[in-house]
């Protein structure tokens, strides 16, 4: 089974200070991990990626997320955070060569930015 | 740029109604996805497809049904709509298995 966990429902920053929004992953093996973000009333958009490669991967709007296989974890980040961050955020994993094609998302976290 | 885009974007319905919700897409993308998103419990995944004409079964599939009969178009069909159904029904589409999903603005579907 693949399963993700995003331990905070919320997150309150303040606008410039640094951001970072948990997630950690119970897979066995060599996960592909995944962020998306989701404003009022949309969809979600996608903001990076990790398949393999440099644990460190820079994503949109000055997102960058690192994997750490030793905490089983794929925290978001950014240096500084803006209002317009303020969305709801979901972490997703996938588990490669498994019959399983699809992701499986956390329950998301709300960031919120105080001006 | 369309891109995903759902129809419709409301709808009551009664209970024991059936309807379908159409997702439809215009970037040849193969992969396609039905998504339900309840509050505290994220995204789960009721169907997805990964080619014209291929359906598969996600995590929470029961009363519901989908059809794929053309590569840009992804139907959800509800057969007899229950109260344990109201959620917002998100549709997205992928070019391949673990490249970014395009979402869709979602439908928001109430069963009084």
């Known amino acids: 089974a693949q399963s993700v966990a995003q331990p905070e429902d919320q997150v309150n920053v303040a606008e410039g200070n640094p951001l970072t929004v948990k997630c950690t992953y119970s897979v066995s093996g060599n996960p592909y991990l995944f962020w998306y973000v989701q404003y009022p009333n949309r969809g979600l958009q996608f903001l990076l990626k990790y398949i393999t490669g440099d644990n460190l991967v820079k994503g949109s709007y000055g997102f960058e997320a690192e994997f750490n296989k030793s905490q089983t974890s794929f925290h978001l980040k950014k240096p500084s955070a803006l209002v317009s961050d303020s969305a709801l955020y979901f972490c997703a994993v996938r588990l490669p060569y498994t019959g399983r094609r699809a992701l499986t998302f956390g329950s998301g976290t709300r960031l919120q930015v105080q001006p | 740029n369309a891109g995903v885009t759902q129809t419709p974007k409301f709808r009551v319905l009664k209970t024991g109604q059936s309807m379908t919700l159409l997702c439809a897409q215009d970037?040849?993308?193969?992969?396609m996805y039905w998504y339900r998103q309840d509050p505290g419990m994220g995204l789960r995944l009721i169907h997805y497809?990964?080619?014209?004409?291929?359906?598969a079964k996600g995590e929470v599939p029961d009363g519901y049904n989908v059809s794929r009969l053309k590569k840009q178009n992804f139907l959800l069909g509800l057969e007899s709509a229950a109260p344990s159904q109201t959620s917002v029904y998100f549709c997205?589409?992928?070019?391949?298995?673990?490249?970014?999903?395009?979402f869709g603005d979602g439908t928001r579907l109430s069963i009084l």
């Open positions: 997205a589409s992928s070019y391949g298995r673990d490249q970014p999903q395009h």
């Open positions: 497809s990964v080619g014209e004409g291929t359906t």
């Open positions: 970037m040849n993308h193969e992969y």
